[in-house]
């Protein structure tokens, strides 16, 4: 399990990869994390149960649109309510713990506007999972 | 875009990017030899061959010299579309629908405001949010409030007290673009604005004081108010998460109306919809609120950094403070452009690029009928940015659009790592500058050394006759998210 950032030259291209699809979005919580507030730590406090989907009217989507729309939740979590998640369980649907930023107990490290469709990349393969990510900070 | 792209030289500041491929028109590059030398191993290039691959491009698809990698549009991107046969792309615009710079001008000299250059940083800084998690408690918007900001953008602003009616001429478009409808405007977009007005943001968002320290045209900076020894605020944001959102909620429809009207994308961020579609008019009138949420941004921020000098040297000094020029650098817009001696109704993205209409243009203000629109260039925050006007030349060959900045150099990762041995806010304070920031990564990430130098951009724009240099601006105090 990893993540790193990669090089592009205006915004940040991050490479995470996983072991299985759960360890996955792990690292995304993780990276997300590390993006917003550094090395500070984030408390296990409260839950947000985000529907990632669409909800149960929209149809099931394929691994790759799941994640790409749950690291598009962790952003806009971040940014609408503030809240920093610390951990995640896959429990059919998605919990994320953490708590509410706090300006006196968290670096503001940076913003993060978005999570773009440029160059993503979903690779799954017996070593498991490999995706490239980038923000617009 | 398989095929590997050469640019062709036409003269010393203009280069071709042949049509080739997918590619329905060429690309144009305004560049000198240098630039063009750093676009190598780039993926700028290919966005710009990218966005000519769309369909109803009218002319060429254009680059100005701050190019660089974005995604989806190149940043330093332009390119209009016929609305018979052409599209709408959110990625054209970006996420921070309606970024953009606006500059006042304060009435004290350099010499008033270098022995307080600390104290104007210090207050600048608490009293514009930045930062992570940045946002106002003393203004929380309502669902009807905030549809009043996205109906009438900075003038609701002003009816609130938050300016003066004469600010609205000096801004792009009078600070309220036309075709904004609040009801395209998402819940969760809602959410994440409702009390981000009136706040920077972080990344390359900043309130910078300046002096004017060259004067090129003496004439036309005297008609936009400057002078040499003069101080000046240069304020850098846009839409902040609620014109993200509603970039976000867009992108997905749009992908799905590409694949309906059978649009092949080179770059998923390309997404577009035909101009006068369904999914074209929600996003029109989505991107028009968030334009006009960010004008509104801009001038509750002027009111607040008015009200910091104010504070700081006299009320003579805060009611003495105007506005030079607000301009978008991310948006879309229906204007009218002569195309092969006929005038035709064009949409033109700029994405990371800046209008500049040229003296007598019916759009402007009578105020700037004779200078042309003001162009408004930030560098870094170690060197200086530069006011331009729009001249004839952006008119005829791009569709009236001008650079927006230095462009990068570094990435992020780079320049974080080239500065965590050095100590920048110390460098910069033995440069005279005073920098005041939420987060010491973002110091870092915006280092000097991190852009381009932004002489070399406004140059190239001058002597191709893009727009014509008026004055240099030099950092004194800069706040950064």
């Known amino acids: ?42 408390a296990i406090r409260i839950a947000r149960r985000p529907e990632i989907d ?26 609408a309510e503030r809240f920093l998640a610390a951990a995640v369980t896959l429990d059919g649907g998605v919990t994320l713990f953490g708590e509410t930023f706090d300006p006196e107990r968290h670096a503001s490290e940076r913003q993060i506007k978005a999570v773009t469709r440029h160059t993503y990349r979903f690779e799954k393969s017996e070593r498991g999972y490999r995706v490239e990510l980038l923000f617009d900070l | 875009m398989a095929t590997k792209l050469e640019l062709e030289r036409i003269d010393d500041w203009r280069w071709r990017l042949p049509r080739a491929g997918a590619m329905r028109t060429d690309g144009l590059v305004f560049a000198s030899a240098a630039q063009v030398r750093d676009l190598e191993g780039e993926q700028a290039l290919l966005q710009v061959a990218n966005v000519a691959c769309l369909p109803g491009i009218v ?9 660089h990698w974005g995604y989806g549009f190149p940043i330093g991107g332009v390119a209009a579309f016929d609305p018979r046969d052409g599209v709408i792309s959110p990625g054209g615009v970006g996420y921070d629908i309606n970024c953009g710079v606006r500059l006042l001008e304060v009435p004290l000299g350099v010499s008033d405001l270098r022995p307080r250059r600390v104290e104007i940083a210090e207050e600048l800084f608490r009293c514009v949010p930045s930062g992570v998690g940045s946002s106002r408690s003393d203004l929380r918007l309502t669902d009807r409030e905030l549809d009043r900001v996205f109906e009438r953008g900075a003038a609701r602003a002003v009816d609130l007290g938050f300016g003066r009616e004469e600010d609205l001429e000096a801004i792009e478009a009078g600070g309220q673009l036309p075709g904004a409808e609040p009801k395209r405007v998402s819940k969760r977009a809602r959410e994440r604005g409702r009390d981000q007005l009136g706040t920077l943001g972080s990344g390359n968002h900043f ?15 005297a008609r936009l108010g400057l002078a040499v020894g003069g101080v000046t605020v240069l304020i850098h944001t846009g839409s902040r998460g609620l014109g993200h959102q509603v ?25 577009c919809a035909p101009l006068g579609s369904p999914e074209a008019a929600a996003y029109w009138g989505a991107m028009g609120s968030a334009a006009n949420f960010a004008f509104a941004n801009r001038q509750l921020i002027t009111h607040h950094v008015r009200r910091a000098f104010g504070r700081l040297f006299g009320a003579a000094v805060e009611a003495g403070v105007t506005i030079v020029y607000d301009v978008a650098h991310n948006i879309a817009k229906l204007e009218e452009h002569d195309i092969d001696g006929r005038r035709r109704r064009l949409c033109v993205h700029r994405k990371g690029a800046t209008r500049a209409f040229p003296p007598g243009h019916p759009e402007l203000a009578p ?60 460098e910069l304070a033995e440069q005279g500058i005073v920098v005041r920031a939420a987060s010491r990564a973002t110091v870092d990430e915006e280092m000097p050394e991190a852009y381009k130098d932004v002489a070399g951009v406004v140059d190239v724009v001058d002597r191709a006759g893009l727009a014509v240099k008026v004055a240099r601006l030099r950092p004194l105090a800069v706040v950064k998210g």
């Open chain 2, 367 to 426: 105020r700037f009928r004779e200078t042309g629109q003001p162009v408004l260039v930030p560098g870094d925050m170690g060197r200086y940015s530069f006011v331009l006007v729009g001249s004839a030349g952006a008119a005829a060959e791009t569709f009236a659009s001008c650079c927006h900045g230095a462009g990068r150099r570094l990435s992020r990762h780079a320049a974080k790592k080239a500065a965590r041995p050095r100590n920048l806010p110390r």
């Open chain 2, 247 to 271: 970039c976000d909620d867009h992108l997905d429809a749009m992908l799905a109306a590409a694949a309906r009207y059978d649009i092949r994308l080179p770059d998923p961020q390309l997404c």
């Open chain 2, 59 to 67: 002319g060429p698809s254009i680059a100005m010299p701050d190019l």
């Open chain 1, 54 to 79: 669409g909800g149960t009217a929209a149809p099931p989507q394929p691994e790759a649109e799941r994640f790409f729309r749950f690291v598009r939740e962790l952003v806009y979590l971040a940014d």
């Open chain 2, 207 to 221: 309130v910078e004081v300046q002096w004017v320290d060259e004067v090129y045209d003496a004439t036309l900076a």
């Open chain 1, 1 to 42: 399990m990893s993540h790193r950032l990669l090089a592009h030259t205006a915004d940040l291209r991050a490479e995470l990869e996983a072991p299985d699809f759960a360890a996955l979005h792990d690292e995304a919580v993780a990276l997300v994390r590390e993006l917003l507030v550094g090395s500070s730590p984030v």
